[in-house]
């Protein structure tokens, strides 16, 4: 049986084959943490407390899945995304950081209205769960394609105590999309990713986080960004705005779609890591 100093030394060494020492020590931390409930200076002063036979199952099974690459919010099932505690597993995308700034664009520029807001592509319900809490007056609507999906999103708006309607679409099906109403946001995370470039993501995101949240077909990786503005020239009020999130390289691609689309006042911006990550599109 370990001690909680013992288990974090031994997880530590053992995932430095995998992280640098900094990241192997955080993650350690936090699957202790995460076992005994209690705070890294809480662990600090019983460091010689021993796991009961549960805990020491639960690291044991923690770290079998940490040294196969498996993320550690897919091993906790959790991650935070505004200030929140989110329940993730393998359905869904981890939230990033970046997508927080999304986020608050939108509810820097919408604090105090009531809009009707649609999330295409929802995961985990991080986004509009995270909007309506903001933005409480809105009416805030969330799609996905995968049924797994919306009961982990639903699973979060419930705990979270947001009120979001969640919906089961395929997007990318003309007929199925325009059953949906009018809004007057429609924000989206959609997949990006070009299969070919699929051996270049970290194997952490590769093996683990779900592939259809991910890639799109080589030939055309704009095929969401294209049904979404398809989408928002019959489906946005007058005046509506949508957001959404970019893979960098096809940032300028991206922003020449909307433009021919009709749309106006596209615009570009930039996340904390200095890459063009967002896009915002006004309908006429």
């Known amino acids: 049986m370990y001690s909680y100093a013992q288990a974090f030394q031994e997880l530590k060494a053992k995932l430095t084959v995998l992280y640098d020492d900094r990241e192997a020590a955080a993650i350690a931390h936090e699957v202790v943490s995460h076992i005994t409930q209690l705070s890294k200076v809480q662990r600090l002063v019983q460091k010689d407390h021993m796991f009961t036979t549960g805990q020491q199952q639960n690291f044991a099974d923690a770290r079998t899945q940490l040294l ?18 989110f329940t993730v597993n393998s359905n869904v995308l981890i939230p990033r950081p970046e997508t927080e700034e999304l986020v608050q664009w939108i509810v820097n520029e919408h604090s105090g209205s009531t809009p009707r ?61 325009n059953k949906l109403g009018l809004f007057d946001v429609i924000v989206s995370n959609p997949p990006y990713i070009p299969f070919s470039e699929k051996e270049r993501l970290h194997t952490n995101v590769r093996d683990n986080e779900p592939g259809i949240a991910l890639f799109v077909p ?50 570009l911006r930039k996340d904390m890591f200095d890459n063009w990550r967002f896009l915002k599109a006004q309908v006429g």
């Open 117 to 177: 807001i649609l999330d295409v592509g929802t995961g985990s319900g991080c986004i509009p769960v995270s909007l309506k809490l903001a933005l409480p007056g809105a009416t805030v609507s969330a799609c996905d394609i995968s049924s797994g999906a919306l009961e982990t999103a639903a699973h979060n708006a419930q705990t979270l105590t947001a009120v979001v309607h969640f919906l089961q679409v395929d997007f990318l099906d003309l007929a199925a999309r």
């Open 68 to 85: 196969k690459g498996v993320p550690l919010q897919y091993v906790t099932g959790i991650a935070w995304f505004m200030g929140k505690e």
């Open 218 to 267: 080589n030939e055309d990786a704009l095929v969401f960004y294209k049904a979404i503005a398809n989408f928002g020239k019959t489906h946005l009020s007058q005046n509506g705005v949508i957001y959404c999130e970019l893979d960098a390289d096809h940032a300028d691609a991206c922003k020449a779609m909307f433009e021919e689309q009709g749309y106006w006042d596209v615009t």
